[in-house]
């Protein structure tokens, strides 16, 4: 069976060649696109050029590695914004330092020695919230396109329609005929991909953090 088409990223981080030779080959076996780096300081300066065009990846980080220990790379990312998430490879000794690394912010950490298996459906796992996250972050881009593409007399009847009023009180309310209003409420509901009034309320609700609504 045909590996089905990845466009997620695995960055695989270890000062080990050997390692790093063997997870990349680990998930080019299966079909995955990968990235090694031979250190943090190697992945940080990959991270910086992207300038905050992340796309979508991974990192599979090692704990122990010099000069910049996996956490400490770890907490760069973050300083960076860098949205990827992070599973730590850890040894026993360093069990500790990959739970307190959980706890800041880390997708997951696994203990060497670890099953082929076992690791790819946890990088497998963590894809499958990229993709949720991308698919997230690419509706709430077009609720906020939809919004700025109405009109300023459709904004109007959209405020008066999330304020639960009914077509004849709106009419009122601004001055226009209930017809109108019909015309301008059908107008908002395709531009925002809606069937109803509720429905519109929700959609613009995903938006109220950023004051799309207001």
Not at 115 to 127: F, G, K, S, T, Y
Not at 186 to 194: Q, S
Request: net charge negative.
């Amino acid at each position: 069976m045909t590996a089905p088409h990845r466009t997620v990223d695995i960055h695989i981080v270890d000062d080990d060649a050997d390692v790093r030779d063997g997870l990349a080959w680990l998930f080019d076996s299966r079909g995955y696109a990968t990235r090694a780096w031979a250190s943090g300081a190697a992945l940080l300066e990959a991270a910086r050029a992207l300038h905050g065009d992340w796309g979508e990846a991974v990192v599979l980080l090692d704990m122990r590695m010099e000069p910049l220990s996996g956490p400490v790379t770890f907490e760069q990312l973050k300083a960076l914004g860098c949205p990827w998430p992070v599973l730590f490879l850890t040894g026993h000794g360093d069990v500790g330092s990959a739970v307190e690394a959980v706890k800041n912010g880390a997708w997951d950490f696994l203990e060497k020695p670890f099953q082929d298996n076992m690791l790819v459906d946890r990088i497998e796992q963590a894809m499958q919230a990229v993709r949720a996250r991308t698919d997230a972050e690419r509706e709430l881009q077009r609720l906020r396109q939809a919004l700025a593409s109405l009109s300023p007399r459709e904004r109007e009847v959209l405020d008066e329609l999330i304020r639960g009023h009914y077509n004849k009180n709106i009419a009122e309310h601004l001055g226009i005929t209930a017809r109108t209003v019909e015309f301008h409420r059908a107008n908002i509901f395709e531009k925002m991909g809606v069937e109803s009034a509720i429905e519109l309320a929700h959609q613009l609700g995903r938006l109220a953090p950023m004051g799309a609504s207001k």
